[in-house]
């Protein structure tokens, strides 16, 4: 946190936090030396069950962005969920079959599933408004954005790793 303000640093130094200055090392992004610190501070934490929740961790700089996201492909055996005010992203793992359960008070219509690393030679789905057959998605082709959720479920089965991605809704007030 080489650019936290003086205040910021301030107000969390006197709540009692404990500070560690890793400014040094410019080669990881301040969430990777957070994932990182966490699997250290924990290391007979069965990480299948971790879950990693980073609010604010998009709608700011796009290398920041592309940089948190290169955090859920390098910790891809733990879920890490990446939040910002109208949309959440997290990683399927080319590893597993994936069923996402949707809240629909919560989150959604709108989704997308982003090949990241590699084109994915097939990857299909269920419960999409336009459900993928063993379709190919690569950069500089198909890539499913702006699809629509119709159920409570969503199936995922890909040949490579995907991003999830999915709106989140407003809360309603007053």
């Not at 992004?29 to 990480?47: E, G, M, R």
């Not at 709108?110 to 994915?120: E, F, R, T």
């Not at 950069?139 to 119709?150: A, D, E, H, R, Y």
Request: proline share 3%; net charge negative.
């Amino acid at each position: 946190m080489d650019s936290i303000r003086t205040e910021v640093l301030d107000f969390y130094t006197n709540n009692g936090t404990k500070i560690m200055d890793e400014s040094d090392d410019q080669d990881t992004t301040d969430l990777h030396k957070c994932v990182s610190y966490i699997c250290d501070f924990a290391p007979n934490l069965d990480k299948s069950s971790l879950c990693i929740l980073v609010a604010g961790a998009l709608g700011g700089r796009f290398d920041h962005e592309m940089g948190n996201i290169n955090v859920l492909c390098r910790f891809s055996s733990i879920r890490i969920v990446l939040l910002s005010d109208d949309c959440l992203i997290h990683l399927l793992p080319r590893t597993h079959h994936h069923e996402i359960h949707i809240q629909s008070s919560t989150v959604g219509p709108h989704c997308g599933l982003i090949p990241v690393g590699m084109p994915s030679g097939s990857t299909t789905t269920t419960g999409l408004e336009w459900d993928l057959h063993e379709t190919e998605m690569r950069f500089g082709g198909l890539i499913s954005t702006s699809n629509i959720v119709k159920g409570e479920k969503i199936t995922v089965r890909s040949d490579t790793d995907l991003l999830w991605t999915i709106s989140i809704k407003k809360l309603q007030t007053g």
